[in-house]
């Protein structure tokens, strides 16, 4: 009696785990290049530029604050002989005001809450978003159980690039916004050669 319970559960667990068997030989993968993609979207290349643009002038105007500092530190090294204790007592806390708001400054524009931050989710996310759902989208269409990305830092060995699919994402994102035709696209030079065989 225990042989053939024995026997049953074996059989049954053989039975799943051929159809499991079956069932991810049937999952699909493919992967796309994140950055050929965002390469080839102008309205990223702008966000880029824009933020690119920001972080130069903010980085000025903390030099220049810098600047004024390393005067306020040199004027009180060469006066301080000459300084009673309070003027001392003054000019330490100017500098110290001045190293406050650098740091502040800083926190403003480059903190983890700052604007740059900010102006970076503000312009990039809606591109992120509108590559999540055109992936997701041709996932479902073409039943694709896993996409991943080779440009994200997963490590992929080998990739045959007929399971790239970043091209079909830009046509589905150029449903809703602006992409670089096909024919004009390119990928950088070591990404474009490090997938394996071409089509």
């Known amino acids: ?3 053939k319970k024995l ?8 039975v799943v785990g051929l159809g499991r068997t079956n069932a991810q030989l049937n ?8 950055e050929y993609i965002l390469q080839n979207i102008p309205e990223y290349g702008d966000a880029q530029e824009q933020i ?4 130069t002038k903010w980085e000025k105007e903390i030099k220049t604050l810098r600047t004024k500092l390393d005067e306020l530190k040199h004027d009180y090294q060469v006066e301080s ?3 009673t204790e309070e003027q001392k007592r003054k000019k330490e806390e100017a500098i110290a005001a001045k ?7 800083q926190m403003q524009y480059f903190g983890p809450e700052g604007q740059l931050f900010a102006k970076r989710a503000e312009l990039i996310q809606p591109i992120q978003e509108k590559i999540y759902n055109a992936i997701n989208q041709l996932a479902l269409v073409k039943n694709y159980a896993f996409v991943f990305d080779k440009a994200s830092g997963t490590t992929i060995l ?3 690039d007929k399971n790239d699919i970043s091209d079909d994402v830009l046509d589905e994102i150029g449903n809703v916004m602006q992409t670089v035709r096909k024919e ?15 089509k």
């Open 81 to 83: 002989i000459l300084l």
């Open 27 to 34: 999952q699909k993968f493919a992967f796309v290049d994140s």
């Open 7 to 14: 026997l049953l559960f074996l059989t049954a667990m053989l």
């Open 1 to 3: 009696m225990k042989n």
């Open 52 to 55: 690119n643009q920001l972080s």
């Open 99 to 105: 190293e406050q708001e650098i740091v502040e400054l």
């Open 158 to 160: 080998f990739c045959n």
């Open 184 to 198: 004009d696209r390119k990928r950088s030079g070591a990404a474009g050669n490090a997938s394996g065989q071409k």
